[in-house]
Nanobody, 120 residues
Framework: QVQLSESGGGLVQPGGSLRLSCAAS????????MGWRRQAPGKQRELVAT???????VYVDSVKGRFTISRDNAKNTMYLQMNSLKPEDTAVYYC??????????????WGQGTQVTVSS
């Protein structure tokens, strides 16, 4: 089993910044892709950004130039730096990742979600 613990959400004014963190712990032999998705009220969960083990990134168009995803492989931790936040960024943000356990099997795990609210 792998546990993902998110932190860093909160209330911020438009134009402000937040940094989300996602720390993985448990039965981790290796880590592949990790990423963030978000879900706003009444909407489907959508991709925000992903990052591979070697640092290749993908972003949804709406956050390009404003959000930066990164990871510290030694700490099994991923980050999402969010700048120039807009009200439409308001959502619950979930981290996820694909992890190989010591038994050789690869599974996907999700965090519990952290609320980000952008409002004046």
């Amino acid at each position: 089993q792998v546990q993902l613990s998110e932190s860093g959400g909160g209330l911020v004014q438009p134009g402000g910044s937040l940094r989300l963190s996602c720390a993985a712990s448990g039965d981790i032999y290796s880590t592949n892709v990790m990423g963030w998705r978000r879900q706003a009220p009444g909407k489907q969960r959508e991709l925000v950004a992903t990052i591979t083990f070697d640092g290749s990134t993908v972003y949804v168009d709406s956050v390009k130039g404003r959000f930066t995803i990164s990871r510290d492989n030694a700490k099994n931790t991923m980050y999402l730096q969010m700048n120039s936040l807009k009200p439409e960024d308001t959502a619950v943000y979930y981290c996820y990742g694909n992890f190989k356990g010591n038994d050789g099997s690869t599974r996907s795990y999700w965090g519990q979600g952290t609320q980000v609210t952008v409002s004046s």
